[in-house]
């Protein structure tokens, strides 16, 4: 039963032919029947073929076919053919219209569909019955019309309501995707930031303990004990710092522990002070105001900004390089200020960004004051090194 039902949902107008084909014969074994004249006889049987094609025809072209059944029964009233079987072909047609078609066509239809029995009274009236009689049968007649018109306008309505559903959970599906694609675009952009910050500070303190390390291997094993324990500390701390970032990419197997670490916050900062310190950068470190608790991106950032800060006023400001670094806290926001008074002709800093500092370094910087609201000036200092200052907005923690 299924595949016949398949079947004939896929050959409609092959079913629609067959049913015309009952009807065309309903209606010759009308014609041969009834007591009619030879004439309109004669004229039924191109009238019934012609309502035949109405009904094998609806689901192609139902507005041509609606004007077909419209002309059929102006030929039945001017060759006398009275209603028959045949006729059923109109209230089909009518449903038809009301379901497939325009809304005017449909309105259209209604208005064919009430005044088809009217016009039939007109022409062949009871001669037996007085005229309030005959407006009853026409009224009567008129309501299988005009259901069916109700039925195919329903059917029409939930058909456009569940296709307008379907469109609304494409575009969303859409939607969706492309939220996600935004979505991971950005993960990887600031993830991409993270390895920068992690990496560029990390191995640069190890590069610099290893050389130390080397120069003094021969005559101070002390000093170069401790700068190989600064290097295994630091590497440890890269790692699990790497850990944590490379963690979001990768999907946790069953029995596997995802063990991240946190990400840094401004307490942190200190600790990275005394790294610095320790990879031989004299560092002067105040906190100004009253320190709060902070949301966690503002956090973040200004860990990062002071790391990237003093990494590159360790590779680029030349011998004997000092820094400073200052957080203030305000009222309504978080104030960064890290200088160096480095003195090296080079400065080219954040990574292939020359002398002005428009480099990887720095716009990594800019994105991640930007995307907390703040604002980042940077640029070299009057009498010689390098100034970076940000202030981020403080939203309060909820």
Not at 34 to 42: K, N, P, T
Request: net charge neutral; aromatic share 6%.
């Amino acid at each position: 039963m299924q595949r016949l039902y398949e079947f004939l949902r896929r050959h409609p107008t092959g079913v629609d032919t067959f049913w015309a084909v009952l009807l065309v014969a309903s209606g010759f074994l009308w014609l041969v029947e009834v007591s009619i004249g030879r004439g309109a006889r004669v004229a039924g049987v191109p009238i019934v073929l012609a309502l035949g094609a109405t009904i094998a025809l609806r689901r192609r072209a139902p507005e041509k076919m609606l004007v077909l059944a419209i002309l059929c029964g102006l030929a039945q009233m001017a060759t006398n053919v009275q209603p028959n079987v045949a006729d059923f072909a109109m209230l089909v047609i009518v449903y038809t219209v009301a379901v497939a078609s325009s809304r005017p066509a449909s309105r259209f239809a209604l208005g064919v569909a009430i005044s088809a029995a009217p016009l039939a009274t007109l022409r062949w009236p009871h001669s037996q019955q007085g005229w309030w009689e005959d407006v009853v049968s026409a009224v009567f007649v008129s309501i299988p019309f005009v259901l069916a018109w109700v039925l195919g306008d329903s059917i029409r309505t939930r058909r456009a309501y569940y296709a307008q559903l379907e469109e609304r959970a494409a575009r969303l599906e859409k939607e969706r995707e492309a939220q996600s694609k935004v979505a991971v675009a950005a993960e990887r952009a600031r993830i991409a930031r993270e390895l920068h910050d992690v990496v560029a500070h990390n191995v640069s303190v190890m590069v610099v303990q290893a050389d130390g390390a080397a120069y003094v291997l021969d005559s101070s094993p002390e000093q170069t004990r401790q700068a190989l324990e600064t290097i295994s500390g630091t590497g440890r701390q890269a790692l699990a710092e790497m850990r944590r970032l490379l963690g979001v990419l990768r999907t946790g197997e069953p029995g596997e522990e995802n063990d991240y670490v946190p990400q840094p916050d401004v307490e942190q900062i200190d600790e990275l002070v005394e790294q610095v310190r320790g990879a031989g950068l004299p560092v002067d470190f105040k906190v100004v105001g009253s320190p709060r608790q902070l949301p966690s991106g503002v956090e973040l950032t200004a860990y990062r900004i002071v790391q990237e800060a003093l990494t590159n006023t360790r590779k680029h400001g030349g011998p004997d390089v000092g820094a400073s670094v200052r957080l203030t806290y305000f009222d309504d926001g978080l104030g960064l200020l890290v200088e160096d008074d480095g003195r090296g002709a080079q400065r080219e800093m954040y990574e292939d960004g020359g002398a002005d500092g428009s480099g990887h370094g720095l716009i990594g910087m800019r994105e991640r004051v930007g995307m907390v609201g703040g604002t980042l000036d940077a640029g070299p200092r009057p009498g010689g090194g390098f100034r970076i200052s940000a202030l981020l907005p403080l939203k309060p923690v909820r």
